[in-house]
């Protein structure tokens, strides 16, 4: 079923796409954001989402999973809603806004990423690295990408000055890596595991480094 589920829905995004190839990027986007088809309730139910964010003019904002607009779109951007609170720039500056759309953190930050186990990613002088809500520095801004955290440990890359060159790490909530592994792709660790490429291979490692299943 959710073969057939998923499969709608990119036949759904191509034909959007399709027909408006006339449209700029971002009109795309727009319209794809907006696609009641696409972001159904079915959706947010089982993905355990609360809010979908909409799009008006360029402007993002959130609506609820019945189509009710929540919180007027006003933002130049939005990260999805997480753990109560989402991200969103204004005027070039990132903040932070709870689900009444109060600011709970001014926007004052190069860039903010979504809250995952009590911690957000921000960008200083090109570099990542991870505050709490109280704006606390927890992990200092020393990484030139990061994903988010996930069961204690987050991915990141340093790039050694060339970009996207750098090969991907794990490091736990001190920002001390976990592994001597490097691995040229990542993903997070989910139910104790995570898939990471190395040697050219797919493989699933542990929470200890291990190899324990080779992906198919």
Known sequence: MKTLIIGILVLLIIGIVVS????????????VLNDKRINTKE?????????FQIMENGKTGFRDLDGNTVIEPIYESAEMFSENYSAVEIDEKWGLIDKKGNLVIEPKYNYLG???????SFRENE????????????IEPKFDW??????????????????????????DKSGE????????Y????????????L????????????????SE
């Open 177 to 184: 890596i976990v592994f001597d592994l490097e691995f040229d």
């Open 127 to 138: 570099k990542y690295g991870f505050i709490d809500i109280n704006e606390n520095v927890i």
């Open 20 to 31: 408006c190839k006339q449209k700029s990027d971002k009109e795309i986007f727009e319209s």
């Open 43 to 51: 959706v947010g139910l089982r993905e355990g989402i609360e809010f």
């Open 146 to 171: 990061v994903d988010e955290f996930s069961e204690g440990y987050c991915v990141i890359r340093n790039d050694n000055g060339e970009l996207g060159s750098g090969k991907n790490q794990f490091i």
């Open 186 to 197: 990542a993903r997070k660790f989910e139910n104790g595991k995570a898939k990471v490429e």
């Open 199 to 214: 040697n050219k291979e797919w493989v699933f490692i542990d929470k200890e480094g291990k190899i324990i299943k080779e």
């Open 114 to 120: 979504s809250m995952h186990e009590g911690l957000m």
